[in-house]
């Protein structure tokens, strides 16, 4: 049985463990909040995009656009974003399952966050691309990677480009999901993009009859318009995929830190009832004898 | 009255009746009042101008795109700033990296130095904005 001082340092240590585990469970609270209003402040840009996207889709040939374009071709980019930090869960775990299931000899990565990184490494999987994005994360950062996928789509080296990352879908859910990013689906451009967590009711069904009453003019044509809506559409994307991935990622942290704490916190319950009872053990023991000395020198 | 939204991927920046709107267009300056025919336009980066109560409020905004119906005007961009969040030293410096970048940048990348262009105009744009009431 462990002595008095042993029980005494366990407890100071997995005290320590506990208040570490709770401040960062405070911060990520903090972050995911913020993380959170970030994806709602930018649906409303999401909504009015999906609106020109609705009008503009009737008046362009939708094939005609290289971005547009479907190939037969198997070559598959994957993005997978990931977290940089861990301590989250199975958050990184879950996604990675989700994107081995999706892979095939054809595939090759690009990732954002560390974990992903290191885990594709291991297994000796090409990665193609490393993206570092700051958190929280500003829009500008998400144009580069945009543009890395869409040149690797344009000059062939790749039929499709797909994405993988985690679905907010509520503080204590998330869900990894992996999409096509490119080429873009016209059928599914205007409709509401099923991966949204974040205040899901927000967008609705973009209304066609409302859309199609006002016949559009466009400036200076629908081709100049599409060419460049359809670029920052996709910085649009990305940028909403990496916001969904953060909130899940700080969602994530929140709850195991929770749930760390409260271990940490049973445990130092658990200890101090050991030490205790160790403790009057050791009285009774002194006590004891200290009797059976005075009964002995009667 | 016209409805006039205009957001940013980050935030809505601003959402109100106003009498008139001014848009920098691709075709050049653009104005809009109620009862417009319905409109999608590109936007350059330039001043975007609204009256209100009969006082003029002016944005520099980035590139993106306005839709104009009847009733509303929705300006979607990349940024949008009023005179007294621009920052001209920073708007300077800004500009001179990217001035600077694009000497660099190769001639195959086109589409690197548009965006360059395009950050070196809505830069100008803010500081045109700033230093016309002076």
């Not at chain 1, 959170?36 to 995009?49: I, P, S, T, V, W």
């Not at chain 1, 000899?105 to 974990?115: D, I, L, N, W």
């Not at chain 1, 830190?257 to 445990?267: I, V």
């Amino acid at each position: 049985m462990a002595n008095l001082r042993d029980i005494r340092r366990r407890i100071k240590s997995v005290k320590n463990t506990a208040q570490i585990t709770r401040a960062m469970q405070l911060v990520a609270a903090a972050k995911m909040k913020k993380a959170q209003d970030q994806a709602l402040a930018g649906r409303e840009y999401a909504d009015q995009l999906n609106q020109v996207l609705v009008n503009l889709k009737e008046n362009v040939d939708e094939e005609s656009h290289s971005l547009l374009e479907r190939r037969d071709g198997e070559k598959t980019l994957t993005l997978v974003i990931s977290t940089d930090k861990g301590l989250c869960g199975g958050l990184n775990a879950n996604l990675l399952k989700l994107v081995r299931s999706e892979q095939n000899e054809h595939t090759t990565y690009a990732t954002v966050g560390k974990k992903a990184r290191i885990q594709l490494e291991k297994t000796g999987d090409e990665i193609k691309a490393d993206f570092v994005v700051a958190d929280p994360v500003a829009f500008s950062e998400a144009r580069p990677i945009a543009k890395f996928l869409t040149e690797q789509f344009l000059d062939g080296s790749y039929d499709k480009i797909k994405v993988c990352f985690t679905n907010f879908v509520s503080t204590l859910t998330q869900t990894p999901h992996c999409s096509q990013l490119l080429p873009i689906e016209a059928d599914k451009l205007a409709e509401k993009r099923d991966y949204e967590g974040v205040g899901k009711d927000v967008i609705k069904e973009t209304d066609h009859a409302s859309a199609m009453s006002n016949d559009y003019e466009f400036e200076p044509s629908p081709e100049v318009v599409l060419d460049t809506l359809l670029p920052q559409y996709l910085n649009f994307q990305i940028y909403q995929m990496i916001l969904e991935a953060r909130a899940s990622e700080h969602s994530a942290r929140m709850v195991s830190m929770k749930a760390a704490t409260d271990n940490a916190n049973n445990m130092i319950d658990d200890l101090t009832l050991d030490y205790n009872k160790l403790r009057q053990a050791a009285i009774t023991a002194e006590l004891l004898e200290i009797t059976t000395a005075m009964k002995a020198m009667e | 009255m016209l409805q006039l939204e205009i957001v940013t991927p980050e935030k809505k920046i601003f959402s109100d009746t106003v009498s008139d709107v001014y848009l920098p267009g691709a075709g050049g300056e653009m104005g809009v009042l109620e009862l417009h025919a319905a409109l999608v336009t590109a936007l350059h980066p330039g001043e975007l101008r609204y009256e209100k109560d009969g006082e003029v409020h002016a944005l520099a905004i980035g590139s993106g795109f306005a839709e104009v119906t009847q009733e509303k005007v929705s300006v979607l961009t990349d940024s949008a700033y009023g005179e007294d969040d621009i920052d001209e030293a920073a708007e300077e410096a800004a500009m001179k990296r990217a001035e600077e970048q694009l000497e660099k940048v190769s001639a195959e990348d086109a589409e690197e130095a548009a965006y360059l262009q395009a950050t070196i105009a809505t830069n100008a744009a803010r500081l045109q904005l700033k230093r016309k009431h002076r």
